[in-house]
């Protein structure tokens, strides 16, 4: 799984030229590099809060949609698949395939060593 997003953009430092600046998420994807003046100036800390502020007004979905939507267990997941397996994998006359004693093996809990 990858890492989640930082939700505020940092604060950087561009050596070469001693100059702070902030990348901003676009709606494109990709981002948007915004020079601050020089960096650690009040004025460039000042500028950099006012960005990061009016980026997170912009985007006030993006929290929400990181949060799952619900929280399934493997094993509620399992008993739902068997489920659908049990009534799936029959044949015509109704009489169940050998298919579903390979899904009760492999979903089967190992006994721990």
Known sequence: MPRPNNPVPSYCHHKPTGRAYVRIPN???GRT???LGAYGSPA???EYARLVAEYQVSQP???ASNTPKHDLRVNELLLQFWRHAEN???HPDG???TEQNEIRLSIRPYPLR
């Open 27 to 29: 709606e494109t994807g």
């Open 33 to 35: 590099t915004v020079y």
């Open 44 to 46: 460039s800390r000042a």
């Open 61 to 63: 979905t993006q929290a």
């Open 88 to 90: 799936h994998y029959r």
């Open 95 to 97: 009489s169940p395939t």
